[in-house]
């Protein structure tokens, strides 16, 4: 018989006895760590409490996204942060220092995300297959969807801000903007030739459909104008070509860009756009 998956020859087997065999419960440096982990963890905590910044409407961080925060700090991608850039409805965004340059970190909010909204984004797209009901999840899976489709659109050629992390509701990413101020949206500024700008969006689109990509919320208030180019911001909602409702997205992106550059004196309509968009795809 091999030896192989035989029991041990009971004769041989050491009795079980009554000796104590002696556990280690001294300090070991791990635990060390994690009390003094623990310690600026409660540290931060308070501070990031204080904060006047982040006294922001509907109240403090929630204690889950504070600790990812702190984990964006202890892995280097934060150092500091700076006040609020925009408080919206789904997520805050601020400014914060990190050891390159700004970032800008956006916090997604879980308890006040429009969550219905949100899921009809998700079902569909086949990289969030099982996401299930749960609020927590839908919004965790949101902010990994918002940072993949950034990482998407890069790899595409448009130019997006470069996504650097993503720790359970909150996103840092490159900061648009100079001097601790935010670029202006398309919609803040005086287009001073908006055939070229228009060209750029609409390349922009197509090679995002190429890509496989729909933005879903596409207007003058999600590019922004930053060191004389044109970036296209928020791509939480951007579903891909197979999600069911991927072409009313893109239809409704059409309308909206094609309306902008209409009122800026240009011959365009929605459907010309949403025409060169999916020609794009096709050839
Ligand atoms: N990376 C960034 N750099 C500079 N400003 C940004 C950046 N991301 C967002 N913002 C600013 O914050 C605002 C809200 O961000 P956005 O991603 O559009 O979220 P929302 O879903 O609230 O519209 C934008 O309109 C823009 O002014
Ligand atoms: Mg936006």
């Given amino acids: 018989m091999s030896d192989e998956h035989s029991l041990i020859d009971a004769e041989g087997a050491e009795e079980p006895g009554d000796e104590w065999e002696a556990l280690d419960v001294s300090d070991t440096d791990v635990d060390r760590t994690a009390r003094r982990q623990d310690r600026e963890f409660s540290k931060f905590r308070e501070r990031i409490k204080d904060a006047d910044q982040f006294k922001v409407e509907g109240g403090v961080f929630d204690e889950a996204t504070l600790r ?3 984990t964006l700090v202890q892995h280097g991608h934060i150092d500091a942060f700076g006040g609020p850039i925009s408080t919206g409805k789904e997520a805050h965004v601020f400014l914060a220092a990190a050891p390159e340059a700004d ?6 909010r879980i308890n006040a995300s429009d969550f219905t909204q949100m899921r009809r984004y998700l079902e569909g797209d086949p990289r969030f297959d099982d996401i299930g009901g749960k609020k927590k999840k839908v919004v965790l899976a949101w902010t990994k969807k918002e940072f993949a489709n950034l990482k998407r659109a890069q790899a595409a050629g448009v130019r997006v801000p470069n996504p650097i992390a993503v720790e359970r509701n909150v996103l840092v990413m490159e900061f648009l903007g100079s001097d601790g101020v935010r670029a202006r949206r398309l919609g803040e500024v005086e287009v001073e030739n908006p055939e070229t700008a228009y060209e750029v969006v609409r390349e922009y689109m197509c090679r995002l459909h190429r890509a496989g990509l729909v933005h879903g919320d596409l207007s003058e208030y999600n590019i922004v104008v930053h060191d004389s180019q044109l970036w296209v911001i928020d791509l939480g909602q951007a ?7 991927s072409r009313e997205f893109l239809e409704r992106d059409c309308e909206n860009v094609a309306n902008f550059f209409a009122r800026q004196g ?3 309509t929605g459907e010309e756009l949403l025409a060169d968009v999916t020609a794009a795809r096709e050839d």
Avoid: S
């Avoid at 579903?239 to 409702?245: G, L």
């Fill in 266 to 268: 240009l011959e365009t």
């Fill in 103 to 108: 970032v800008a970190v956006k916090i997604y």
């Fill in 239 to 245: 579903v891909t070509v197979h999600h069911p409702n």
């Fill in 68 to 70: 990812a925060l702190y």
